[in-house]
């Protein structure tokens, strides 16, 4: 078992920045060392979709609506992943989750929320215009 707990989300400004903290439990010598983790998002109404993802060898993958503003990024020693966002734009408002899967297929996770097998709480993130 994997415990995900996310902090950092608030409101900003568009333009402003962000960045989100994922603090991991539980079996940490596999998230650690192993795991695909990631960041996905959600609007009311709306399905989940995957914002950026990172591999156990810290190769990194983001979505085309977030390239270049936001940056993955994940400290093992510490067992924590870290979502930067920059340039926010109202469009970036949702609950932010992290995610956590032992795939091997870490890139295509982005695209598959649905195979995740671990699920932080959420965290609101807020950008007015």
């Known amino acids: 078992q994997v415990q995900l707990v996310e902090s950092g989300g608030g409101s900003v400004q568009a333009g402003g920045s962000l960045r989100l903290y994922c603090a991991a439990s539980?079996?940490?010598?596999?998230?650690?060392?192993?795991?695909?983790m990631g960041w996905f998002r959600q609007t009311p109404g709306k399905e989940r979709e995957g914002v950026a993802i990172?591999?156990?060898?810290?190769?990194?993958r983001h979505a085309d609506s977030v390239q270049g503003r936001f940056t993955i990024s994940r400290d093992k020693a510490k067992n924590t992943l870290y979502l930067q966002m920059n340039s926010l734009k109202p469009e970036d408002t949702a609950v932010y989750y992290c995610?956590?899967?032992?795939?091997?297929?870490?890139?295509?996770?982005?695209?598959?929320?649905?195979?995740?097998?671990?699920w932080g709480q959420g965290t609101q993130v807020t950008v007015s215009s």
């Open positions: 990172i591999s156990d060898l810290s190769r990194t």
């Open positions: 539980g079996d940490t010598s596999s998230t650690s060392s192993t795991y695909c």
């Open positions: 995610a956590a899967d032992p795939t091997f297929l870490c890139p295509q996770l982005l695209d598959r929320p649905t195979d995740v097998d671990y």
